[in-house]
């Protein structure tokens, strides 16, 4: 399994990106499910998951920022990031599970200039 994230970039504070997540390989089953990020300098945290289900939960954070989707057809995960901050200036990372092994793509930069 090999999970393309994409979508980064330079942005100044209050505007949008969307970062997507695109799986390929051996897919059968294969359940994207979450975007991390990692500031310099700081642990990786969780910042929205999507379950089965289509519920959704966020990182207080990011609370009414960004938006956590998910296309099965196509295999792909979305992150809409809304009214960026420079506090959000991290890598960030897509996160897949399959059989208790998790997968993670290689990660898209994020910087929000102030």
């Known amino acids: 399994v090999q999970l393309q994230a994409s979508g980064g970039g330079l942005v100044q504070a209050g505007g949008s990106l969307t970062l997507s997540c695109a799986a390929s390989?051996?897919?059968?089953?294969?359940?994207?499910r979450a975007w991390y990020r990692q500031a310099p300098g700081k642990q990786r945290e969780l910042v929205a998951t999507?379950?089965?289900?289509?519920?959704?939960i966020y990182a207080d954070s990011v609370k009414g920022r960004f938006t956590i989707s998910r296309d099965n057809t196509l295999n792909t995960m979305y992150l809409q990031m809304n009214s960026l901050k420079p506090e959000d200036t991290a890598v960030y990372y897509c996160n897949a599970a399959r059989d208790g092994y998790a997968y993670w793509g290689q990660g898209t930069l994020v910087t929000v200039s102030s």
């Open positions: 999507i379950f089965s289900s289509g519920n959704t």
């Open positions: 390989g051996s897919i059968s089953s294969i359940n994207l």
